[in-house]
């Protein structure tokens, strides 16, 4: 086990070392999620609106992000990279948790960027609750981002396949989550596929806690979510790590 996390150390420190060398990058990353800030939000009603669509902004930011690192991943086997960590003595599991840890660092950054941004428009910030569901959306970054890579694997020498069903499921879970639009006036049908959706339920507490209401059900909701998603995306990961050649 101290093997193991000191391996996993290591592939941490190394996928994190591009991100503090090219900050850009995270910013980057954040134009659509603020396009999608500055053209939605003025169209909902009320004046707590950004109360309501921020934390799915910041949910949204992650799913983005996260589901794009296999990417990183496939163009490390085009190079052969991938190759040459194969057959170091780092155990094959570190291989995929570091990288897949890696994930909740930009997640933060671009947390932080977006409430920044948010606070001089009139957004609330409870520091607490907001803590508290980075702690949650931590452990989903960490199941997407393994689920991310689990992929580009299945992807070998066909990166049409990845980016295919990465494209595919992106935007339905975010609609289905009710990120942009509220989904309890949609038709039962509708409300049937994001009850479905464990996404549905990391927003539901995000905006919990960043309203400050951390004893909420739907924060205890969002923690079962997330951590059912980060330990099925480490499970299904680290075994497609421990077969790949």
């Given at each position: 086990?101290?093997?193991?996390?000191?391996?996993?150390?290591?592939?941490?420190?190394?996928?994190?070392?591009?991100?503090?060398?090219?900050?850009?990058?995270?910013?980057?990353?954040?134009?659509?999620?603020?396009?999608?800030?500055?053209?939605?939000?003025?169209?909902?009603?009320?004046?707590?609106?950004?109360?309501?669509?921020?934390?799915?902004?910041?949910?949204?930011?992650?799913?983005?992000?996260?589901?794009?690192?296999?990417?990183?991943?496939?163009?490390?086997?085009?190079?052969?990279?991938?190759?040459?960590?194969?057959?170091?003595?780092?155990?094959?599991?570190?291989?995929?948790?570091?990288?897949?840890?890696?994930?909740?660092?930009?997640?933060?950054?671009?947390?932080?960027?977006?409430?920044?941004?948010?606070?001089?428009?009139?957004?609330?910030?409870?520091?607490?609750?907001?803590?508290?569901?980075?702690?949650?959306?931590?452990?989903?970054?960490?199941?997407?981002?393994?689920?991310?890579?689990?992929?580009?694997?299945?992807?070998?020498?066909?990166?049409?396949?990845?980016?295919?069903?990465?494209?595919?499921?992106?935007?339905?879970?975010?609609?289905?989550?009710?990120?942009?639009?509220?989904?309890?006036?949609?038709?039962?049908?509708?409300?049937a596929l994001s009850k479905a959706n464990p996404m549905t339920y990391v927003v539901n507490?995000?905006?919990?806690?960043?309203?400050?209401?951390?004893?909420?059900?739907?924060?205890?909701?969002?923690?079962?979510?997330?951590?059912?998603?980060?330990?099925?995306?480490?499970?299904?990961?680290?075994?497609?790590?421990?077969?790949?050649?």
């Amino acid at each position: 086990m101290t093997s193991l996390v000191a391996d996993t150390r290591v592939v941490f420190s190394r996928e994190l070392r591009p991100v503090i060398r090219d900050p850009f990058s995270v910013i980057f990353s954040m134009v659509q999620p603020l396009f999608f800030l500055g053209l939605f939000a003025p169209l909902l009603p009320g004046d707590s609106s950004l109360q309501w669509f921020v934390p799915g902004i910041i949910v949204m930011s992650c799913l983005f992000g996260s589901s794009m690192t296999g990417s990183n991943l496939l163009f490390e086997m085009q190079t052969g990279s991938h190759e040459r960590m194969l057959v170091t003595p780092l155990r094959r599991p570190a291989l995929l948790i570091g990288r897949a840890l890696k994930e909740i660092v930009p997640m933060l950054a671009q947390a932080a960027l977006i409430v920044a941004v948010c606070v001089p428009f009139g957004f609330e910030l409870h520091l607490g609750g907001a803590l508290l569901g980075l702690v949650i959306l931590a452990g989903f970054c960490i199941g997407l981002g393994a689920l991310s890579y689990t992929l580009a694997l299945s992807s070998k020498n066909r990166d049409w396949m990845f980016w295919t069903v990465q494209q595919t499921l992106l935007f339905p879970l975010l609609l289905l989550a009710g990120v942009l639009l509220p989904i309890e006036n949609g038709p039962g049908w509708l409300q049937a596929l994001s009850k479905a959706n464990p996404m549905t339920y990391v927003v539901n507490a995000e905006r919990a806690l960043f309203n400050g209401d951390v004893w909420a059900r739907s924060t205890a909701e969002g923690l079962v979510a997330a951590a059912a998603v980060g330990l099925l995306g480490l499970v299904v990961g680290v075994r497609a790590m421990k077969r790949s050649d």
